[in-house]
């Protein structure tokens, strides 16, 4: 009998994994990781302002060292400028296990040099990995296709998960990782527009996120062109093509591409300068 409850649970014993730095996004992350069956354990200095995750019976502390000792994997969600000094320090107890930076800016290479024995992944998740709909490019050390599976499998409870280069990961960083802050300024702007005509707030509110979401829907489960799609909403002469014109006059789409081109250099930027204080 006895024999038989240890071996059930030792072939369910949960993985544990810590988040180190429980800020907004390793707050947004704890949820669907726990919701998705993991033992989960969030850390940040101010623990206060994390009793709201014990709800959901996620562990919360401010000793990286324990957390990261306790765990089987390890996220880092610290500032960029904070990850490389606090790997350092916990580097003794993430040996052997899968380390899993969500840093912008930060190369795979400063998080291996200073934590050689763990298994290291970069990630770039977003905030919408909250609920379960991020998108969430990765990289691995030397495309280790068992790292990358494994890896993978844990990162999908945040949502769409996409293996790429690491080369792509600033361009990554700056549409879809801050993307959901640019799709929140265009539903805040075609909201506005709703109360300028004087819809009820709620109704302006739904009817933007409503259409933002639908389109995106659509387009994913189409398989079409972006372009094909706006275009059989284009009726000649009707009420959409005056629309477009106004928002092709204050070059809209140029400001978007150009809103991700700097959020890319400014990454680039960040690389550079912790690079330089690490040398
Ligand atoms: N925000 C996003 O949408 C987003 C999306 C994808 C990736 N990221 C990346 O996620 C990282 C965090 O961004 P964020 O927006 O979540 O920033 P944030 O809200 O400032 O979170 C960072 C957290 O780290 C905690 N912290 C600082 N030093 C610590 C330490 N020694 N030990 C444990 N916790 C510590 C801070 O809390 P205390 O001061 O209480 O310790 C803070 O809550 C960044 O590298 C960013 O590039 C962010």
């Known amino acids: 009998m006895f024999i038989k409850i240890f071996l059930i649970t030792y072939r369910y014993k949960l993985t544990v994994i810590s988040i180190i730095g429980g800020g907004t996004i390793g707050s947004s992350i704890a949820i669907p990781l726990k919701r998705s069956g993991f033992e989960v354990i969030v850390t940040r200095r101010n623990t206060a302002v ?32 904070d990850i490389i000094p606090e790997v350092r320090k916990i580097e003794e107890n993430i040996r052997g296990k899968l380390l899993i930076s969500m840093a912008a800016a930060i190369p795979l290479k ?56 690491e080369k792509y990961m600033d361009a990554l960083t700056a549409l879809s990782g801050s993307g959901p802050a640019y799709i929140l300024t265009i539903i805040e702007a075609m909201m506005y527009g709703g109360l300028k005509l004087g819809l009820p707030r709620d109704l302006a509110l739904k009817a933007s996120y409503q259409t933002v979401m639908g389109s995106a829907k659509l ?26 014109y106004e928002l092709e006059d204050a070059r809209v789409r140029t400001a978007i591409m150009k809103a991700i081109e700097v959020s890319t250099m400014k990454a680039n930027k960040i690389s550079e300068s912790i690079k330089k204080l690490e040398q």
């Not at 324990?66 to 880092?76: G, N, Q, R, W, Y």
């Not at 799609?229 to 093509?241: A, D, H, M």
């Open 110 to 165: 400063l998080i291996k040099d200073a934590a050689p024995h763990s298994i290291v992944v970069r990630a770039m998740t977003n905030i919408a990995a909250k609920v379960g709909a991020g998108f969430t490019p990765f990289c691995v050390d030397d495309g280790d296709q068992e790292v990358a599976k494994r890896a993978s499998s844990i990162l999908s409870a945040l949502g769409e998960v996409y293996l790429v280069e």
């Open 50 to 81: 994390l009793k709201h995750l014990e709800s959901y019976g996620i562990s919360v502390m401010s000793d990286n060292k324990t957390a990261s000792k306790e765990a089987d994997v390890v996220f880092l969600t610290l500032k960029p400028v």
């Open 219 to 244: 387009l994913a489960e189409s398989g079409e062109h972006p372009s094909e799609l706006k275009e059989k909403v284009i009726t000649p002469g009707g009420t959409t093509i005056d629309g477009i």
